[in-house]
């Protein structure tokens, strides 16, 4: 089964970095197995990156106030759409959140400029704007998988705004390489365990079914 195995972080270690809902496969932890993360590593920072996480999973923030080992990190770029602007934070108790101030100058090779700043001070303060956009993304991507299943692939359960799948009988690779020759773009990852999967983003509707479509068509 594909997912991530919480027993595999629970060895010794300086630092955990989990993301959460993971990419590439959208899958999401339960906030159950993060606190079982953290527990097993009281000493160590346990940093949550929740890039997807307004698109369907559990923030981690509510842990937040009884693990001061936990940071959460969060972006702009998804959800909020201003990937351009570079603009993310971090969620975390006092020594952590210090401890990031007094490297930032040393690591960040994205600071803010006041352009930024404003522009993410009104996506945060858009709460409509944000609910309505999440709220349709999050319709297309199910409508999506359902037309991928319909199809014969299997889809993973994504939390994300993009979905995993795989055609039994297709080599992810070729399915990749057909589309492209239809001008249609998706992502293949030629890795042992996940090499048949393709990584999909949700765009419009229009968009979907154009993928629907190519799909259709090479699937005979």
């Not at 998706?186 to 042992?192: A, L, M, Q, S, Y």
């Amino acid at each position: 089964a594909m997912g991530v195995r919480i027993a595999d972080y629970r060895r010794p270690c300086g630092a955990i970095v989990l993301p959460n809902p993971n990419a590439p496969t959208g899958i999401a932890l339960p906030l159950t197995e993060i606190e079982a993360l953290l527990a097993a590593h009281p000493d160590q920072p346990v940093v949550i990156d929740e890039a997807y996480v307004d698109f369907g999973g559990e923030s981690a923030v509510a842990l937040m106030k009884d693990h001061p080992n936990l940071l959460v990190v969060q972006t702009f770029s998804k959800s909020r759409g201003l990937a351009g602007l570079r603009v993310g934070f971090a969620v975390g108790q006092r020594p952590l959140i210090d401890a990031l101030e007094r490297i930032k100058d040393s690591f960040n090779s994205y600071p803010l400029d006041r352009l930024a700043l404003a522009g993410a001070t009104a996506a945060w303060e858009d709460e409509a704007w944000f609910a309505r956009h999440r709220d349709l993304i999050v319709a297309t991507r199910e409508r999506l998988a359902r037309g991928l299943a319909d199809l014969g692939f299997e889809v993973l359960p994504s939390a994300a705004n993009f979905v995993f799948a795989r055609h039994p009988d297709r080599a992810g690779a070729d399915l990749a390489a057909k589309l492209r020759r239809r001008a249609v773009l998706v992502r293949h990852f030629p890795k042992e365990r996940i090499r048949d999967f393709l990584r999909i983003s949700i765009g419009t509707d229009a968009e979907c079914d154009r993928l629907l479509t190519a799909l259709g068509e090479i699937l005979g």
